[in-house]
């Protein structure tokens, strides 16, 4: 899950609508409709997706794109199911997906008529009343359009992850910080580190800290050293020296101190304590 800033996109989505005349819309990695501008589908999706048939086609190729958009991390354009054409921008830091933001539902002009022609005869007034004037209504845009439209949204996605518009909820992040601290468990890792791994400022970082972790983000980094080093007392044969190395301390005086603060033991009291259970 995520969590949002529904003031900042809100105002974000609208702007993008009114220079688009494109619904746009917010998915968690998980797929979950998160916000959307506006609140209802185009007329003609709306209405053929009362039919559970039809709004299972839709659902369908939607999964199948948002797939292709999360294995490639990359921009997928695409025409639907029914002519239709749709895009997915990811929205991804260093750790992989965070979600997606779609635009869709419109018409390459030069082959609207075709398509609508098609539409018309597909979808009758009997079955779906009110259809024929909703497929007229389908925006027609041409490929420069199209083209232009993906790249703003490329940049709002670029520029709502920048400005934590759009964030990893908690566990999500400290999951992350986990997983980046035990692939890099040997270094002496430090706040620059943290920054570059993340794309994120200092100042911000720190507040993400203290919101997330509880501690500063050295502080941290310390505890799941110390967590990583108990492990290895316990798993393996290795000497306490050769543990201190592997945490990421060079100073095997520093190492004795810091797991002796957060034990409450020495490193060698620990394992023997653990080894005799």
């Not at 709306?46 to 086609?57: F, M, P, Q, R, V």
């Not at 999500?172 to 692939?183: A, G, L, N, V, Y």
Request: hydrophobic share 35%; proline share 2%.
């Amino acid at each position: 899950m995520l969590n949002i800033s529904q003031t900042n996109l809100y105002k974000i989505f609208r702007d993008f609508y009114t220079l688009t005349n494109m619904r746009v819309v917010l998915f968690s990695k998980e797929q979950e409709q998160l916000m959307e501008y506006p609140s209802t589908r185009h007329n003609f999706c709306d209405l053929i997706c009362k039919n559970s048939h039809w709004a299972k086609k839709c659902e369908d190729c939607d999964r199948k794109n948002v797939e292709i958009c999360s294995k490639g991390e990359k921009t997928v354009k695409y025409s639907c199911h029914l002519g239709l054409w749709e895009c997915i921008v990811p929205i991804y830091d260093s750790n992989g997906i965070l979600g997606y933001v779609m635009f869709g539902q419109v018409l390459s002009d030069h082959e609207a008529t075709a398509i609508q022609e098609r539409l018309y005869q597909q979808f009758s007034e009997e079955e779906f009343p009110g259809i024929r004037d909703a497929i007229k209504q389908i925006p027609a845009k041409s490929k420069a359009e199209l083209d232009a439209c993906i790249t703003v949204l490329q940049a709002l996605a670029s520029y709502m992850l920048s400005n934590q518009w759009v964030t990893p909820q908690k566990s999500e992040f400290i999951r992350h910080m986990d997983k980046f601290i035990e692939k890099n468990i040997e270094k002496n890792i430090g706040v620059e580190d943290v920054c570059a791994e993340f794309h994120i400022r200092r100042t911000r970082l720190y507040s993400v800290a203290k919101d997330y972790l509880g501690c500063s983000i050295a502080e941290y980094i310390r505890k799941q050293k110390i967590l990583y080093a108990c492990r290895l007392l316990k798993e393996t044969d290795d000497s306490v020296n050769q543990i201190a190395y592997n945490v990421g301390f060079c100073d095997y005086g520093h190492f004795s101190r810091i797991f002796r603060d957060m034990q409450g033991m020495t490193a060698t009291a620990y394992r023997k304590l653990h080894r005799h259970r």
